[in-house]
Nanobody, 123 residues
Framework: QVQLVESGGGLVQAGASLRLSCTASGLTFSTYPMGWFRQAPGKEREFLAAINWSGGNTNYADSVKGRFTISRDNAKNTVYLQINSLKPEDTAVYSC????????????????WGQGTQVTVSS
C-alpha cells in the first residue's frame, strides 16, 4: 500500500518560515517525480512545485518562485518544501503527490497523494 505522509505544518506568524516534509512508503521513491500542491477552503487545488527523480530538475509555479524551495532526500524517502516569508494568503492544506513527470502541474497527472498538512499564517 502506497502511503505519503506530510508533516511540518502549523500556525505561524507572517514572515516566518516552515519546512514541510513528505515521507513515502510502499513505492520505489527514488523513481518517482514528486510534487507539492495546496488547497485553501473554497478554492481549487494549486500546483506549487515539483522535482524529478534525482532532484536535479525542479519546476515552480510563478506565484511561489523565490519563496518556495522543493528538495528531496531519496535515502530518506522524503521530499521537502521550504517556505520562506510566509504570508496569510499561504494558509492552506499542503499536500505532496507522486507523479509521472516533474513538468506536470495538473493534479490529475499525479498518481498518489498524502492527506495533507495544515499551514495557517496569522498577521
Amino acid at each position: 500500500q502506497v502511503q505519503l505522509v506530510e508533516s511540518g505544518g502549523g500556525l505561524v506568524q507572517a514572515g516566518a518560515s516552515l519546512r514541510l516534509s513528505c515521507t513515502a512508503s510502499g513505492l520505489t521513491f527514488s523513481t518517482y517525480p514528486m510534487g507539492w500542491f495546496r488547497q485553501a477552503p473554497g478554492k481549487e487545488r494549486e500546483f506549487l512545485a515539483a522535482i524529478n527523480w534525482s532532484g536535479g530538475n525542479t519546476n515552480y509555479a510563478d506565484s511561489v518562485k523565490g519563496r518556495f524551495t522543493i528538495s528531496r532526500d531519496n535515502a530518506k524517502n522524503t521530499v521537502y518544501l521550504q517556505i520562506n516569508s510566509l504570508k496569510p494568503e499561504d494558509t492552506a492544506v499542503y499536500s505532496c503527490a507522486a507523479g509521472r513527470s516533474y513538468t506536470y502541474t495538473q493534479s490529475s497527472k499525479y498518481d498518489y497523494w498524502g492527506q495533507g498538512t495544515q499551514v495557517t499564517v496569522s498577521s
